[in-house]
């Protein structure tokens, strides 16, 4: 079955990075598109970024662009997402989605993580 | 920017019908999908493509749309059915919107 499970969360500081992981099992990595959504504490989803399957393509939402990186290893079937000159505003559950794309529709999300807690704070 | 509008409560009995609704202009050209997500847990997907019912999610789920506005219908609306539910649609660029979430409430 589908498996996502996200790692690297935690607490930083204003201005700091960090480095989230997401481990895919279940079935082929490399054939899907991948997101990372967050989720603000008590709030709604909020989509961050996509990479294509080959992670040729990428987009990212206005919020976080210039700041994120998203990337993936498809020979360690594993996504990730490099956070810089973080904000107290992005502190949210970060979900990994495999997503079915498409270009015209954006597509949607059919599988999840569980999560992972980001927290900017002095 | 463009914004998916849901109303933020819906209260129902048990065994009665709950519907959701979500609008966007950009609806009558974009698919919807909604997603359920119970409290500390991940969200899933419920209806895809307007809609379409994944496998594994029960027949009272099903989706509609009309217009600028989709519905969520839940039939015989069970205990295990209160969460938040949010639709997702794109822009005109395609770009991933998120409605702000529907808490749904079985009396």
């Known amino acids: 079955q589908v498996q996502l499970v996200e790692s690297g969360g935690g607490l930083v500081k204003p201005g700091g990075s960090l480095r989230l992981s997401c481990a895919a099992s279940?079935?082929?990595?490399?054939?899907?598109?991948m997101s990372w959504i967050r989720q603000a504490p008590g709030k709604g989803l909020e989509w961050v970024s996509y990479?294509?399957?080959?992670?040729?393509?990428?987009y990212y939402a206005d919020s976080v662009k210039g700041r994120f990186t998203i990337s993936r290893d498809n020979a360690k079937n594993s996504l990730y997402l490099q956070m810089n000159s973080l904000r107290a505003e992005d502190t949210a559950v970060y979900y990994c989605?495999?997503?079915?794309?498409?270009?015209?529709?954006?597509?949607?999300?059919?599988?999840w993580g569980q999560g992972t807690l980001v927290t900017v704070s002095s | 920017s463009y914004e998916l509008t849901q109303p933020p409560s819906v209260s129902v009995s048990p065994g009665q019908t709950a519907r959701i609704t979500c609008s966007g202009d950009?609806?009558?050209?974009?698919?919807a999908y909604w997603y359920q997500q119970k409290p500390g847990q991940a969200p899933v997907l419920v209806i895809y493509k307007d809609s379409e019912r994944p496998s594994g999610i029960p027949e009272r789920f099903s989706g509609s749309s009309s217009g600028t506005t989709v519905t969520l219908t839940i039939s015989g609306v069970q205990a295990e059915d209160e969460a938040d539910y949010y639709c997702q649609s794109a822009d005109s660029s395609g770009t991933v919107v998120f409605g702000g979430g529907t808490k749904l409430t079985v009396l």
């Open positions: 950009a609806l009558p050209k974009q698919y």
């Open positions: 990479i294509s399957s080959s992670g040729s393509t990428i």
């Open positions: 989605a495999r997503a079915e794309y498409s270009s015209s529709s954006g597509g949607y999300f059919d599988y």
């Open positions: 279940g079935f082929t990595f490399s054939d899907y598109y």
